[in-house]
């Protein structure tokens, strides 16, 4: 019997444990060279060790997403400041039903990570790290020096969006911010340090398979979920 104790899996199948929340996340391409190889490289996989003996288990690639920003969440509901933790927990409850309150909201609508109508931000050069012994992500680099200044003008922007959040609800995201897609969870954190030899092997094969590839990210939009497979286009 596998151990489970990372707190977003409930079951090897996999299945999904419940956790409610918000995000601002790229809107996904139409259609782009990155992501088709990154899911023909994980195919190539599917029957490595990473997943059959250290129990990584993937996320399926149509909720694949790069958020630049997380808001309130399951996780962070204890951090919320007492005087508003009612009524995030009543929007967490309801499924996060539109219209979203405006008194809860009102930072992040009027920040420009969602003002902006074209982050134009290029990626590529795909890394594949653990972090933190819970999950597997493809750490991605600006393609180029354009790329590069964007990045650190969306930075900006979120850093100015975590201050006024954070001021006035008591929750944070991390300060640091490195684009990624998080491609799957470990089953407990034994299993994900025992495996850096295959997630040492995953990084070079999906390096190769995506080498040349570029993921362009244009505009962010306000997503709500329910578990780690439930990212969608609710738009703000």
Not at 37 to 55: M, P
Not at 123 to 135: D, M
Not at 206 to 214: K, S
């Amino acid at each position: 019997m596998i151990p489970i104790t990372n707190p977003k899996l409930a079951g090897l199948e996999p299945r999904w444990a419940p956790f409610r929340g918000f995000s601002l996340v790229f809107d996904p391409p139409e259609e782009d060279s990155f992501s088709g190889a990154l899911r023909a490289g994980l195919a190539a996989l599917e029957n490595d060790a990473l997943i059959a003996d250290f129990y990584l288990r993937l996320l399926p690639a149509a909720s694949f997403h790069v958020t630049a920003w997380d808001g309130v969440n399951d996780a962070k509901l204890a951090e919320v400041a007492p005087e508003f933790r009612a009524a995030w927990e009543r929007f967490l409850q309801a499924g996060a039903a539109k219209p979203f309150p405006e008194d809860l909201f009102r930072d992040v609508q009027a920040s420009e990570l969602l003002t902006c109508p074209d982050w134009d931000l290029r990626l590529g050069g795909v890394r594949i790290e653990n972090w933190s012994n819970v999950s597997l992500v493809a750490h991605l680099e600006p393609a180029d020096a354009a790329a590069a200044v964007r990045l650190e003008r969306l930075r900006a922007a979120r850093d100015a969006l975590s201050e006024a959040f954070g001021r006035r609800f008591g929750v944070r995201p991390h300060p640091d911010y490195e684009p990624h897609v998080t491609l799957g969870y470990f089953a407990n954190a034994d299993l994900a340090t025992a495996s850096a030899p295959a997630v040492a092997r995953w990084d070079a094969a999906l390096r190769a398979a995506t080498t040349g590839t570029i993921l362009t990210l244009r505009r962010l939009h306000l997503s709500v979920f329910s578990d780690m497979t439930s990212f969608g286009a609710d738009l703000a």
